[in-house]
Structures are given as C-alpha cells and as structure tokens.
C-alpha cells in the first residue's frame, strides 16, 4: 500500500528533475572559468562579458527581436480576427477549409512549411519582382504565417468561454457590431491578446528551421548564429546567452503569474460583493 | 521545432472541434446571433473573414501547390533551379511536361526508404517514453491540490517559453565523452572508459522525449483532471483493488488524452530536424535531415519537393485521427 502511495509523487519529482537539470546544468557552467563547458575550474562572468562584444550575436539578435515584435503584432491582428471568424461567424462558405488552413500550421513539420514558402517567394520574385530578395520581410511573413494560428486558437478558445449574453445585451441596446466588438468583446479578451502576443514572440525568437528556409544573406537570425555555433561543440558564450534568455523568461512568467493571481482575486471579491448587493 | 502549445491551445483545438459537431448536430442557434449574423452580412463580414482568408491562401495553401509543381519539374543548373512545367510553342500550343523522375527515385534508392521507416520508428518509440514518463506526472498534477495544480502546470510549461535549440544543445554537454555524465560516473569510480552516448540514436530519443513531454503532459493532464472520481470510489465499493481500478478505469477513461498526446508529439517528431542534426550521429537517418540536407547541401530542389510531398502524405492519416479524435471528446464534453 505504501509502496503505491510512492510511486506517483516519485515519478513526478523525477519527471521534474528530468525537465529541469539540463536548464540546470546551463546556469551553473555559464559562470565557468574554463572554456570546456563541464570542467568546472572556479566562478567566473567572463563569457558574458565575450558574450557582449561578439558583433555577430550581438547583431543577430538585433534582427530576430526586431522580426519577432513585428511578428508579434501583425500575428496578434491577423490571429483574432482568425479567431474571431472560427468562433463567432458558424455558417460561411469555405468555413472547413478555413478551419483547416488555421489548425494545420500546428503540427506542420517545419521543414515542410520553410520549404513551400521559399519556393513561394521565388515564385513570387520571378512573376512580379516582390519580395525582391530574401531577409528580414519574408522571415517576418513566413513566421506571422504560423505564429497567427497559436494566436487565432487562443483568442477563439477565450471567445468560446466568454459570455455572449453581454454581445446580445449591446446588440438589443441597438449598438453596431464593430462597436461591439471594439468596446466590449476586445477589452474581454485582452488577456488572450497578450498571451498571444507573447507566444508568437517566442516563437519567433525560437525559430531555426523556416527563417533557415526563407533567409538570405545578411539576415542571420539569432537561432541561425546560435545552430552554427553549436554544431562546431559547445561553447560557452551560449551557456551565457542561454542564462539570460531563462532568466527573462523565468521573471516573465513570474509576473504573469502574480498578475493572473490578483486578476483572479480581484474578480472573486467583485463577484462575492455582486451576491452581496443582491442579497441586499 | 514547430510546436509549442499551451494549455488554451488544446482546450481551443477541442473547442474548434466541438463547435463542428454542435453545428451539425444542430444543437446551437441563438436568435440573437442570428440577427447579428444578418447585420454582418455585406461589406464588413466579408472584409473580415477576408483578410486572414487571403493570406492564408497566398502563404499556406498555394504554396503547397507550388511544392507539388516542383516535386514535379527537373533539376537544372540556373535561376531558379528547376525546369518550368509548362512552356508556349510558337505562343499558340500549351506543352506541359510533367516528370515523375522524382518520385521514382525516391521509391528506388533505399536511402529515402529508410530515412522514413526510421523517422516513423524513431518518433513511434519517442512517443511512448513520452507517455510512459508524462502519465504520472500528468496524473500526479491532476491529483494535487487544486492551489497546487496551478503552479506545477507552470513548472511544465516554464520549458517550453525557453529557447528550443538551447534545451537540445544542453544535452551536447551532459551526454558528451568529457561531459557530465561521465565526469560523475568516472569519478565515483562506477567506469573506467567514457560510455559514447553523442551522436548515436540514443542521445536522438532522449532529446526528442525531453523536449516533447510538455505536448504529452498538458492534453493528458486536461483529460485526467476532468475524471470523476466518484467512479474510482464506486470501483473500491465493489472491492476493486487500486491498481485493477487504475487499469480498468481510469486508463481506458483517458485515451482520448493518451490519443491527443501522442499526436502532438508523434507527428512533429516525424519531422523533426534539429534534434537528429544536433544529437544524432551521422547515420541517424531522418526524413526532416534528408529534407534538409537534399535542399541545402545538394541544391535538388525538385527531389526535396518530392520529399516534402511524401513526408505530407504520410502524416495525412495521424492529422486525420487527431481530428477525429478531438471531435469525439468534444462530442463527449458536450
């Protein structure tokens, strides 16, 4: 009996150490003095300071936050009006198709994606001389391409849940439908908006294999930098690089995480003072 | 690595599955919205859908459709490097040629086979370490304390945000010759001789479950977390033992989480290119390297077509199942 009672808690406090101890083991050899990544030889910050006067990360960098903002913001429009569309529109023609189109990006293997939209964009260069080139615009439309499917199952997920008397209450007060939407249902599904901006961000930031695909010279995005550096052995520049973007994130997720806790407590208290007055 | 949800996005794809099936069976129609439906109809309702329309079509669906000329064209030495399928003799007659070369030598050269057999295997059997390692954790998360459960779901998804090339490239130093692994067992004395564990379909595995199991534990957890544990109760009442009730139970309750799971992993893996590259050795075969590779390092445009035509093929029937899958949980959360 106890034996059992074990079993789950030790598999999930294994499952997290599996989870966690390469992240781990990242942090703890970023701040090695030696260059052989997993030979500790004492505390050291140096390969920060590399890592700060290495032009060719520094500038990729440049690039793929630059790209990934860009991304963010055109996938966040075009994902929920997406979203928008699959949730509240039932009946058009092409519906399945457009559902389709929406959910494939998903689980498409990226080589497949990054392959069609390179011969995309040649194609489209030779019939009308746009985009001339590859770089930064057509890894921006290639990643908007997939990024707007996370951010349309998101917004429409949030859409499903939300409560659609309120629509009905503005539309019998005689209100128009895009005021609708602009005043009421936007400000409700704000927090599916960010979530989703923040998803198509990192996404983006994380993406090797299609900006490999759709890149041309001079536009080296960071994980491009990072996979060629990396396939040379390890080094420990990217041990520093990798710290940084654990500790935005680690912090990221931290505020999110406190601010979705006092929104929560926040609408509990107004929900509770709402039974009282009618109680009253 | 093309996927990393979130728990909204499971939940958004059974949804989008669910209002599928509410539509025919017709269970849904509120008047207002057909009212409203009325309004939008005209200009504004079709510039909305529009637009994400359109751009859908320019930058998913054509380009399947150029992918599939290609697959069909001839390498050639020149700008673009593939033959045109279609030319204009004398501007009067329309010559299309159409070559099946490509896939012909896809089916004869043993390479491609088993670049495929091997994909499939490779993440056939990632998926199920992926199952066996996630279950009790998704299990274990399902039955803490509610307060608890929010903050263990984020220390699974916490991964995720991180970069996906950075958590692969961790294992190089763990799993390498002068790496951590076997600095601790040759100095607790356990080998004598470094234990080759890079570059071999083992480090492949690893990476590729470590780096999926958030996809594996999130649906499972969703599903598990709905099961009524009155069920279980009934089970004990009848003098079922825990483990027989786990197995009779409370497993068969959660295949469609079990279904929904292992798709998400199974059908990226299949294509997976950076674990193999990074991790695996240089015989390690997978369908998304020879992509990869016949693109980058050949310049056969047309053969990478053909591959990228096959690869999408074979993954049509999971894409299906999942689906279909999606679409009967929600038909049973309805």
């Excluded at chain 1, 990006?105 to 392959?115: A, K, N, Q, S, Y």
């Excluded at chain 1, 128009?176 to 961000?201: D, S, Y």
């Excluded at chain 1, 520049?237 to 710290?243: F, G, K, Q, V, W």
Aim: hydrophobic share 55%.
């Amino acid at each position: 009996m106890n034996r059992r009672r074990l079993f789950v808690p030790v598999a999930m406090s294994l499952g997290f150490v599996f989870l966690y101890a390469p992240i781990v083991s990242l942090i703890i050899f970023s701040f090695n003095k030696s260059k052989l990544v997993t030979v500790w030889a004492g505390f050291s910050t140096q390969w920060y300071g590399e890592l700060l006067r290495n032009d060719q990360i520094l500038q990729a960098a440049w690039i793929s936050l630059r790209i990934a903002t860009l991304n963010a913001t055109a996938a966040v429009v075009l994902g929920t009006i997406a979203g928008f569309v699959i949730a509240r529109f039932r009946r058009f023609r092409g519906r399945t198709l457009f559902t389709g189109m929406v959910m494939a990006p998903l689980v498409m293997p990226e080589v497949i994606t990054g392959l069609s939209l390179l011969l995309l964009f040649v194609a489209m260069e030779a019939a009308f001389g746009w985009p001339a080139g590859r770089g930064f615009m057509t890894i921006t439309i290639a990643h908007i391409t997939f990024s707007m499917a996370y951010v349309a199952v998101i917004v429409q997920s949030r859409l499903t849940d939300m409560d659609e008397s309120i629509e009905e209450a503005a539309l019998d007060l005689g209100a128009r439908p895009a005021k609708i939407f602009f005043q009421i249902t936007l400000p409700i599904i704000a927090p599916a908006l960010v979530a989703g901006w923040l998803l198509a961000f990192t996404l983006s930031l994380d993406d090797l294999v299609i900006a490999s695909f759709v890149s041309g010279p001079g536009s080296s995005t960071l994980p491009m930098v990072i996979f060629s550096k990396v396939r040379l052995g390890v080094s420990p520049e990217i041990n520093a690089l990798a710290t940084i973007l654990v500790a935005v994130v680690a912090i990221g997720t931290i505020i999110a995480g406190l601010l979705l806790a006092r929104q929560h407590r926040n609408r509990e208290r107004d929900m509770q003072m709402a039974k009282a007055d009618i109680a009253a | 690595m093309s996927t990393r949800g979130a728990p909204a996005l499971t939940r958004g794809v059974s949804r989008i599955a669910n209002t599928a099936v509410k539509r025919i069976s017709g269970l849904r129609g509120s008047v207002v919205w057909a009212g409203l439906r009325r309004r939008f109809k005209g200009l504004g309702r079709t510039s909305v859908i529009g637009i994400p329309y359109i751009w859908l079509l320019a930058f998913f669906l054509i380009p399947f459709v150029i992918v599939l000329k290609i697959s069909l064209a001839e390498t050639q030495i020149a700008q673009p490097p593939y033959t045109s399928l279609w030319y204009w003799v004398e501007h009067k007659y329309l010559n299309i040629r159409m070559n099946l070369g490509n896939y012909q030598y896809l089916i004869q050269d043993s390479l491609y086979w088993s670049a495929y057999l091997n994909s499939v295997k490779i993440a056939a059997v990632s998926t199920l370490f992926c199952l066996l390692v996630g279950y009790p954790i998704a299990y274990g998360i399902a039955r803490a304390r509610p307060d608890r459960r929010i903050l263990l779901l984020m220390l699974v998804i916490l991964p995720f945000w991180t970069s996906f090339l950075i958590r692969v490239y961790a294992w190089i130093g763990i799993l390498k010759t002068n790496g951590l692994i076997n600095n601790l067992l040759m100095a607790l004395g356990i080998i004598d001789t470094p234990l080759v564990m890079m570059q071999t379909d083992f480090a492949v595995y690893l990476g590729i479950v470590y780096s999926y199991l958030p996809f594996m534990i999130l649906p499972l957890y969703a599903n598990l977390e709905k099961l009524d544990l009155t069920l279980l109760e009934a089970a004990a009442d009848l003098g079922c033992r825990p483990a027989k009730a786990f197995f009779r139970v409370t497993l068969p309750l959660s295949l469609p989480g079990i279904l929904a799971g292992s798709m998400l992993v199974f059908i990226p893996a299949v294509g997976e290119f950076v674990i193999p590259a990074l991790l695996g050795g240089p015989d390690t075969l997978m369908i998304g390297r020879v992509l990869w590779d016949e693109f980058f390092s050949n310049r056969d445009w047309p053969v990478a077509s053909a591959v990228a035509i096959a690869l999408l093929l074979l993954l049509v029937i999971p894409i299906v199942l999942f689906q279909y899958n999606q679409a009967r949980a929600a038909e049973a959360n309805s």
